[in-house]
């Protein structure tokens, strides 16, 4: 095609043609500009903020998305842990809803293939579904546009403080600074900040689990088709910006030295843009989740979701995971998602309240995701009837969690 036509095709519009193999135009799409106000804001856009928002702005609230990063995922694509798990457990769909659709449509739009769910297997791994990450997080980022999200990447809370039976969030990012007023907060940020900000009651092991640096040497990576190798970083600690410096820059480090002794010959090819972390603090909330209940399989009589994993705990000789007896299948309550003494805050994701056993099988992602769903429906519930999460009819929230299609246990 010659210059001048080129040309007049690139200015016809957005996306209508390509100037070279790789070059497409898009024009900054206008938006309406950040809200003042929202009745649920979410802070966190990772594996279980994600899916908390788009539940709210489905059921109807004004829902604000802040996510530090520039990406929705999390752990899941930032992290690049893209093999979520576990939807089902002993041959039977177990955890559905938004998060299982955005997995499952990632697959398909990826020509990607789902596992066999139908045999139980004592390998859980081969229930992990290999998602193609930068598919899910654009897939994650089009549903919360499609359901009115507003997203604030770049941003995070400088101070929460209790307004007139809500909160005032104060956000941050560069060049960025301005107040949020919003009836519900839900925390998803991975270590519960905002909980922490708030001085109410979290745990925290004095050794947690490792991080991860992910990375892939040798052939090309094969997002959605493969793992990637990991280095663990004993001592990861994602609770500030100096704490996941240090974690981000051993990983990092740890990685570079690896090739340059053993691996030299064999090309880096992926490597993810930060460590990942496995546990931060919890929150310490109305029901803290043991192991014997996760164990036992104890069905809450305010379970909102299902969870499955075996007791799964890294440390520093490596990680044996024990399996969970035939048939058990963990529930996780209304009331670990709320904080112990609080008003209109939920937590969803890895800080669910669980002793560290428990949580080493609760916080991966399908249970995440699931989590996120809750939090999401009773936060849009509670903001429209003007009471706290806890208040409301236990059945409201789950015939609304059924309705966009979640999988509620029955008490
Ligand atoms: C190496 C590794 C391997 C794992 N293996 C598996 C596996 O095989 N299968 C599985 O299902 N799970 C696995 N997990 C566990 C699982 O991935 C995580 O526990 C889960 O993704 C956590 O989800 P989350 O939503 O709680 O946190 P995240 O997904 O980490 O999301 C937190 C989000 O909050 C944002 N954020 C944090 N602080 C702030 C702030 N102050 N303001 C604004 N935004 C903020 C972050 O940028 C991030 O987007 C693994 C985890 C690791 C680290």
Redesign the pocket.
């Given at each position: 095609m010659k210059r001048r036509s080129l040309l007049k095709a690139a200015s016809a519009g957005a996306g209508a043609m390509a100037i070279g193999p790789l070059v497409t135009h898009a024009e900054v799409t206008p938006d309406g500009g950040v809200p003042d106000k929202a009745d649920v804001v979410v802070?966190?856009?990772?594996?279980?903020?994600?899916i908390a928002a788009i539940q709210a702005a489905r059921a109807g609230a004004k829902t604000v998305l802040?996510?530090?990063?520039s990406?929705?995922?999390?752990?899941?694509?930032?992290?690049?842990?893209a093999?979520?798990?576990?939807f089902h457990a002993w041959g039977k769909q177990v955890i559905a809803g938004i998060g299982w659709d955005l997995v499952r449509t990632s697959v398909e739009l990826d020509g990607g293939k789902l596992p066999d769910f139908t045999k139980p297997t004592g390998h859980h791994?081969k229930l992990?579904v290999l998602i193609n990450p930068y598919l899910y997080a654009a897939l994650a980022e089009e549903a919360c546009l499609k359901a009115g999200v507003t997203i604030c990447y770049y941003?995070?809370?400088l101070s929460v403080k209790a307004d007139n039976d809500g909160w005032m969030v104060e956000c941050a990012g560069p060049g960025t600074r301005r107040m949020l007023a919003c009836k519900q907060l839900i925390d998803?940020?991975?270590?519960a900040?905002?909980v922490g900000m708030l001085k109410l009651p979290r745990l925290r092991e004095k050794e947690t689990?490792?991080?991860?640096m992910?990375f892939k040497v040798g052939d090309s990576f094969h997002p959605g088709r493969e793992?990637l190798h990991?280095v663990y970083v004993h001592g990861a600690d994602?609770s500030t910006s100096v704490t996941r410096t240090r974690a981000t820059l051993t990983g990092r480090q740890t990685m570079l030295k690896k090739i340059r002794k053993g691996l030299s010959r064999r090309r880096l090819v992926q490597m993810q843009a930060e460590?990942?972390?496995?546990?931060s603090h919890r929150i310490n909330g109305q029901t803290v989740i043991t192991h014997k209940d996760y164990v036992s399989g104890r069905l809450f009589a305010d379970a909102i979701c299902y969870a499955y994993?075996p007791v799964?705990l890294?440390t520093r000789s490596g990680v044996r995971p024990k399996q969970l007896a035939r048939g058990v299948v963990p529930t996780i309550p209304l009331s670990a998602l709320i904080p112990k003494n609080s008003r209109n805050i939920m937590v969803?994701?890895?800080?669910?309240s669980s002793d560290r056993l428990a949580n080493s099988g609760l916080?991966?992602?399908?249970?995440?995701?699931a989590?996120?769903q809750a939090a999401g429906a009773a936060a849009a519930l509670a903001a429209q009837r003007k009471t706290t999460p806890l208040k409301l009819p236990l059945e409201d929230i789950r015939s609304l969690l059924t309705k966009h299609g979640a999988i509620v246990p029955k008490t």
């Open positions: 802070v966190g856009g990772g594996t279980a903020g994600t802040i996510e530090r990063g990406q929705l995922g999390g752990t899941t694509t930032v992290g690049g842990v093999f979520p798990g576990l791994w992990q941003e995070f809370p998803c940020t991975g270590g900040d905002v689990q490792p991080g991860s992910l793992r990991a994602s460590a990942s972390f496995r546990e994993y799964d890294h969803a994701g890895r800080s669910v916080r991966v992602q399908a249970p995440c995701m989590m996120g």
